[in-house]
């Protein structure tokens, strides 16, 4: 069965520092998502990363995925108070997704 | 809107109620799926429908019974809860074609309180 697994769960930082939050799953996928979630809101989709070495940038969001090491990053540049939310990964699995835990992100001034 | 729009927002209901949660996607997309959040565990994956046919009843409980009338409209019948399903129940929609998809649109989600 496919795992997908989030860490930290938890993340506070002040605003300006750079963090990683990573997403390791369990079987072959090249195909790995991430979302972000405000409190009381839906899912809002951030990033689609399709190949080995795949690469995306967002203002101050920056994802990136290997295959072989079934990893996906997903680093934060000079964090600000508006990144705070739930940064969610997701890996398909046979045109299903299997989502991760999540990961709280507080910023501080 | 996300283009995904769910109904109702919040739902309260007795353990004897029957209720229906609603979803409408306006994407054109192929397959459409209903998922649980809860605070205990990570999103929980229930019901996936492509080209209108379930695809995957991931081992629900059968007090929550899925209905796909077209490839835009998808409902989620609920009798004889129990307060553990009181969550957070998402339904998203994709196109899928070829090797997969592209990503999920999710609706707003519908917050239901079982007492």
């Known amino acids: 069965e496919l795992k997908v697994e989030q860490n930290p769960l938890f993340l506070s930082m002040q605003e300006g520092k750079n963090y990683t939050i990573y997403c390791n799953y369990s079987?072959?996928?090249?195909?790995l998502y991430w979302y972000r979630q405000d409190p009381g809101k839906s899912l809002e989709s951030l990033f689609v990363l399709l190949s080995n070495g795949a690469v995306k940038q967002e203002g101050r969001l920056m994802a990136s995925l290997d295959t072989k090491a079934r990893l996906s990053t997903l680093h934060i540049t000079a964090a600000v108070h508006d990144l705070s939310a739930t940064y969610f990964c997701?890996?398909?699995?046979?045109?299903?997704?299997?989502f991760g835990a999540g990961t709280r992100l507080t910023v501080k001034p | 809107e996300t283009g995904v729009t769910q109904t109702p927002r919040h739902l309260v209901m007795g353990m004897t109620n029957k209720k229906s949660l609603k979803c409408e996607q306006h994407?054109?997309?192929?397959?459409m799926y209903w998922y649980k959040q809860s605070a205990k565990k990570p999103l929980e994956l229930m019901f996936v429908y492509n080209f209108k046919e379930q695809t995957e009843n991931n081992s629900v409980p059968s007090r929550f019974s899925p209905e796909c009338p077209n490839s835009s409209h998808l409902f989620l019948h609920l009798h004889t809860l129990q307060p553990e399903d009181s969550a957070l129940y998402l339904c998203?929609?994709?196109?899928?074609?070829?090797?997969?998809?592209?990503?999920?649109?999710f609706g707003s989600g519908t917050r239901l309180t079982v007492v």
């Open positions: 998203a929609s994709s196109q899928v074609a070829g090797q997969g998809h592209y990503g999920y649109t």
């Open positions: 997701a890996v398909d699995n046979n045109n299903d997704m299997r």
């Open positions: 994407l054109g997309h192929n397959a």
């Open positions: 079987t072959t996928s090249d195909r």
